[in-house]
Nanobody
């Protein structure tokens, strides 16, 4: 059984920073792409940032210049450093990863989500 567990959400004032963490555990042969999504109330879930196993990174336009995604392959973890936060960044943030539990299988896994609220 593979699990993704996020941490680091909370309440922050506009202009503040938060660092989200996500750790994968369980039966893991390898991890391909890791991603952060978010879903605001009444809106569709959207991709925020992604990082490949080799370190190729992509950001949504809304995240460019403010958010930084990184990963630690040795720890099966991915992080999202969020700076200059805005009220419109308020959402539940989800970790997502393409994980191979064995050499010949590949599944997409989701974390439970962590709430980020940006408000004064």
């Amino acid at each position: 059984q593979v699990q993704l567990v996020e941490s680091g959400g909370g309440l922050v004032q506009p202009g503040g920073s938060l660092r989200l963490s996500c750790a994968a555990s369980g039966r893991i042969f390898s991890i391909n792409d890791m991603r952060w999504y978010r879903q605001a109330p009444g809106k569709q879930r959207e991709l925020v940032a992604s990082v490949s196993r080799g370190g190729v990174i992509n950001y949504a336009d809304s995240a460019k210049g403010r958010f930084t995604i990184s990963r630690d392959n040795a720890k099966n973890s991915v992080y999202l450093q969020m700076n200059s936060l805005k009220p419109e960044d308020t959402a539940v943030y989800y970790c997502n990863a393409d994980i191979k539990p064995s050499r010949y299988t590949l599944f997409a896994y989701w974390g439970q989500g962590t709430q980020v609220t940006v408000s004064s």
